[in-house]
């Protein structure tokens, strides 16, 4: 928990100092652009429940006579974000939610439903790499506000829990966009981030407690529109 207040606060720190040199920057080869686009991807394990799925399994297995595993999920992801890229650099924020929704699984009589989700809102600064106008690759860091949601649910013994929190975090992330029009383009971007929360309290019964990782992978395509300035 204390290295990833360090990382974070270190992370925090050159973004401010990137931000400030970036404001005193003259001279590069263009004036700067701004623009909105429509987020949609993919990511693994929203809130990384791997090891409680992994651990249920083992125990079904070895115990129940009748078994439908609980599949760690893949989950669709879609968001929103505004750009605004200056000389070599990109400044971004986006907002992203995803949610497989339920994840279910049985051992005899015992019926499990996860319901989770995630949303996020990265703010990212990073440097360009262009190709020529409005192409280009980029390579980015920055700080994540996230908000992560867990419930668990089994029928036999009848149990239920149920986990929220807002956990800060950060992320790195590396893309490409190329135009289709003079105003509308296309990117990829793929973003990893991390981050963890303090124990959380069960807001059922208040008798258990649990950390929530947000730590994962997003593959994001998207469509931007060039806001004339």
Not at 170 to 192: C, D, N, R
Request: hydrophobic share 40%.
């Amino acid at each position: 928990m204390i290295r990833m207040k360090k990382t974070y606060h270190i992370t925090s720190i050159a973004c401010i100092l990137l931000l400030c040199f970036v404001l005193m920057a003259q001279g590069a080869y263009a004036i700067g652009e701004f623009s909105l686009g429509l987020n949609a991807g993919i990511t693994y394990d929203p809130n990384h429940l791997e090891p409680s799925i992994t651990q249920w399994n083992t125990l079904a297995k070895t115990t129940a006579t009748s078994v439908e595993q609980i599949t760690i999920p893949y989950s669709f992801a879609w968001g929103i974000n505004m750009r605004y890229q200056f000389n070599y650099f990109l400044f971004r924020i986006g907002a992203h939610f995803t949610s497989p929704y339920s994840v279910r699984g049985k051992a005899d009589a015992n019926k499990v439903t996860i319901s989770t989700y995630q949303f996020g809102l990265p703010a990212t600064v990073g440097l360009i790499m262009p190709l020529k106008q409005r192409t280009y690759f980029f390579i980015g860091a920055g700080i994540t506000y996230n908000y992560a949601y867990l419930e668990w649910e089994e029928t036999a013994p009848a149990n239920k829990y149920r986990f929220a929190d807002s956990i800060p975090g950060f992320h790195y992330m590396m893309g490409a966009e190329a135009p289709i029009t003079s105003k509308i383009s296309l990117s990829v971007e793929w973003m990893h981030q991390e981050g963890r929360s303090i124990p959380i309290q069960d807001e059922i019964a208040g008798s258990t407690k649990q950390t929530i990782s947000v730590k994962g992978d997003f593959l994001l395509f998207g469509v931007n529109y060039y806001i004339p300035m």
